[in-house]
């Protein structure tokens, strides 16, 4: 399925013509697949997934997750709404705030829902007011730097991100003033993590910190696996960092004297190649030494590749086998928003249909209506049908909260 032109037997071409583009189309069986993979690579531990929402929270994909049978990480109080939404109970929501008001924490925490306490002010604050009553965890930030690039690599000492490691004795001084009911400790290292010793060296941070408290029940390693944005790239190796990291997870619970749980919160890893954002070429333009392909689509619809320099695959649906060229492929967005640079494609011509893979993870959640666009559609294809599980936006919905003055 190296370019797929259906999935699950459900032909994108005929989606195109039944939503329209551009669209967001999602697998769901990949989904599905993904999940039960992670679960068979820590199957030696007892294991609890906490999708990270914020990478694609339609409340159907929550849904779809919740039934491969893991839980959420919300980093607002909104995906903590949505998660409930889609039947999570409080008890399988982490909300992992940063440096948010405390009228958040209150709300998410009447909610029944566990907090992933961020900052020493926060938890003297969740002190005063909760003291014991009310478990919670505790974001560590590991001093570890990791993962694709500085944008997205969250562990290392210059990240606003957790309280840092060299902080563990204020953070046990508060844990004692207010006899605080800490369960848990976290870390988040990064995104686009390739290396499993990186997993390995914050299970250490995590590891020798947890023997200062007494009443664990969890230790979470974040997410962060790199999956293949490239033909030929490498990803995590899964099952070898289930292997080394579920090795020495149940070491450590033996010298902690108790079973504990693993904890992970995967984003892309669940989500990333099962979603495709099917375009369309308005046109063609040949320059003096560059031919663009100029989309129905743009950085409004995925900023990956302008935020962060990422690489998405695209491929031509409407000719698939034919010799192949050198292009630009570029937004409609009044900025440089080249979704991929030098890029050899099956010859392009106004009409076409691309698609740009890996869209599922950071696609639809960071799109936005700048130039005052509307945002696509999402379809789901599930059970081998295809299911439409957002409208695509219309004239109305980008007005929707204005009030217009009588000016
Ligand atoms: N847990 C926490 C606390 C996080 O902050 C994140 C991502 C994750 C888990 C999931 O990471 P993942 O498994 O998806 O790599 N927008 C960027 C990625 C930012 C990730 C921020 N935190 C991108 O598109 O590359």
């Not at 649906?317 to 440089?336: D, M």
Request: aromatic letters at 8%; proline letters at 4%; glycine letters at 10%.
């Amino acid at each position: 399925m190296q370019n797929p032109s259906h999935i699950q037997g459900v032909s994108l071409a005929a989606l195109a013509d039944e939503f329209g583009t551009p669209a967001y189309i999602y697998d769901g069986e990949k989904i599905t697949t993904q999940v039960k993979t992670l679960q068979e690579a820590f199957s030696t531990v007892p294991l609890k997934i906490k999708y990270a929402t914020k990478a694609l929270s339609n409340i159907n994909i929550l849904k779809l997750i919740r039934k491969a049978g893991a839980g959420i990480d919300a980093v607002s109080i909104e995906e903590v709404k949505l998660g409930m939404m889609a039947g999570y109970s409080p008890e399988e929501i982490m909300y992992t705030p940063s440096g948010v008001g405390f009228e958040e924490i209150r709300e998410a925490v009447k909610l029944g829902i566990m907090i992933n306490l961020d900052s020493l002010p926060l938890m003297e604050e969740f002190g005063q007011i909760y003291g014991n009553t009310v478990p919670a965890c505790i974001r560590i930030n590991p001093h570890i730097m990791a993962g694709g690039n500085i944008k997205i690599s969250t562990g290392h000492k210059e990240s606003k991100f957790g309280i840092s490691i060299e902080q563990l004795p204020q953070i046990l001084k508060k844990v004692s003033n207010y006899k605080l009911q800490i369960i848990g400790l976290h870390i988040h290292t990064g995104s686009d993590i390739l290396d499993a010793e990186v997993f390995l060296r914050g299970g250490n941070v995590l590891f020798e910190a947890a023997m200062k408290f007494a009443d664990l029940k969890f230790l979470d390693f974040g997410g962060g696996f790199k999956v293949a944005y490239k033909p030929n790239d490498i990803s995590t190796d899964i099952m070898e960092v289930g292997k080394k990291v579920g090795e020495a997870f149940q070491e450590f619970c033996l010298r902690y004297g108790r079973q504990l749980e693993l904890w992970l919160e995967p984003g892309k890893f669940l989500v990333s190649e099962a979603g495709y954002l099917l375009v369309k070429a308005n046109v063609v333009k040949e320059s003096t030494s560059v031919t663009f392909v100029g989309v129905d689509s743009g950085l409004n619809h995925l900023i990956r590749p302008m935020m962060y320099d990422a690489y998405h695959e695209v491929y031509n649906l409407s000719n698939p086998e034919g010799k192949k060229a050198k292009y630009n492929v570029v937004g409609y967005i009044c900025e440089t928003d080249t979704i991929a640079a030098h890029r050899e494609l099956t010859e392009v011509k106004a009409g076409d249909l691309l698609v740009i893979k890996n869209a599922g993870a950071y696609g639809f959640s960071m799109a936005s209506n700048y130039n005052s666009r509307l945002r696509p559609p999402e379809i789901l294809i599930w059970g081998g049908k295809a299911h439409q599980i957002r409208k695509r936006e219309n004239f109305e919905d980008l007005i929707r909260n204005q009030e217009i003055l009588d000016i």
